[in-house]
């Protein structure tokens, strides 16, 4: 069962997905060269608890932190530590959550730590970040959950290969309903798969979390002793980019993007919905 918001559910999902906007914010500024994923974690702590929030990842299926922290070849899941230090030159990829009032929010994003990238790490995360926003722009009213899945696909190969010959997107983590909990059906693949068919239809009310995973080679992820951690099977960098996003009958809301997608979507000829909250 697919869950169907009302608008008053989605204006509590916006105060949720605001809280996870400043997350993102405070966490940013945080991811320092010389900070500690641990330190990334206390930071995102002190957000919640200061908006009066509840996180919907400490505890969940025995997540021992706030937030995931997956650096480099890490994909998603990293656990927060004092072991692992941040680098110049590192690549992070932040999953935070929020919980308003039994109403999810949950977003990620990709830093880059301190300077000196290599360009192929800058355009990895530019294309996975583009192609979310491009999965985002086809979640229209009439239109199948397959669209989003050949959006996302779509804009990912028609991007020059990078110098490692391909982009790999990740075939074992996806996009996925967020509503009263933060997992819900439908599961969403960042490309077509001729085995799921065309999926749900899109209709008032749908709330789901679009997030592609994309590495600078393989398709194919492993996940590490502690149970959480996933790594690419042939230890490329990877980026990871996320928005939870409500449909209305007057378009989308990005539920966790300050200015609810305006901006971006603009770019793709789309019009989103008023702000809930005003």
């Known amino acids: 069962m697919v869950q169907i918001k009302t608008p008053e559910q989605i204006a509590k999902m916006r105060e949720a997905g605001l809280v996870v906007a400043a997350i993102h914010a405070a ?15 206390m930071v995102a702590r002190k957000v919640i608890a200061d908006a009066g929030a509840k996180s919907n990842f400490l505890g ?18 990293g656990i927060p530590d004092d ?5 110049d030159g590192d690549v992070i990829s932040i999953d935070a959550g929020a919980i308003v009032d039994g109403w999810h929010g949950d977003a990620a994003y990709t830093a880059f730590v301190g300077s000196g990238h290599a360009p192929e790490l ?19 009213l009439g239109s199948r959950l397959v669209d989003i899945s050949k959006a996302i696909e779509q804009y990912i190969r028609r991007q020059p290969r990078p110098a490692t010959g391909k ?29 799921r068919g065309k999926g749900i239809k899109l ?15 393989t398709a194919q992820t492993e996940v590490l ?9 042939d230890g490329t960098w990877s980026s990871h980019w996320e928005h939870s996003i409500a449909l209305t009958e007057a378009g989308p809301i990005v539920l966790t993007s300050p200015d609810c997608g305006k901006a971006k979507l603009a770019e793709y000829g789309v019009t989103t919905a008023p702000d809930p909250l005003g």
Do not use: Q
Not at 83 to 87: E, I, M
């Open 122 to 140: 800058l355009e990895l995360s530019r294309v996975t970040e583009e192609s979310m926003w491009a999965g985002i722009a086809a979640m229209k």
């Open 167 to 195: 982009y790999g997107i990740i075939e074992d983590y996806g996009g996925h309903g967020i509503g009263s909990e933060m997992h819900m059906d439908p599961h969403l693949l960042n490309y077509v798969s001729r085995k």
């Open 83 to 87: 072991k692992t230090v941040l680098k």
């Open 203 to 217: 209709v008032p009310g749908v709330c789901l979390a679009i997030e592609p995973m994309v590495s600078l080679g």
């Open 27 to 41: 966490t940013r500024e945080a991811a320092v060269p010389g900070a500690t994923t641990r330190d990334l974690d």
């Open 225 to 233: 002793a502690d149970d959480w951690t996933v790594i690419t099977t």
């Open 60 to 77: 969940y299926g025995g997540f021992p932190a706030t937030i995931c922290t997956s650096v480099n070849e890490v994909v998603v899941h």
